[in-house]
């Protein structure tokens, strides 16, 4: 039953392919917002997950960040971000150019 409720408010996206393109517009506009400034990959999904955009599995978010990396829209980031996904661990950020 817990899992029922929980698919139910992380219904993903209806196709792998639906969600790389919704996921790289909506990342893409987003890093505009941080352009030299730092953020947290794991805020940007958050606020990509609030506006419908969920895969079917959590890690598919990596090739996305990939993609508008290689597409000039961010870069890495030196500055280290506590991850709650991944149990407080600090990770780096990314950059908007």
Known sequence: ???E???AKRS???SCEDFETRAFEFLSKFSRSY???A????FAVVAAMEQGIVPIDGR???AV???VQEAGYIQ?????????SSNGSRRPGWIGV
């Open 76 to 84: 890495p980031s030196t500055e280290l971000f506590s991850r709650k």
């Open 39 to 42: 953020f947290s990959p794991e």
């Open 12 to 14: 993903p996206t209806k």
């Open 5 to 7: 409720m929980f698919a």
């Open 65 to 67: 960040f990939l993609a």
């Open 1 to 3: 039953m817990q899992v």
């Open 60 to 62: 598919r978010w990596g």
């Open 35 to 37: 352009v030299g400034t």
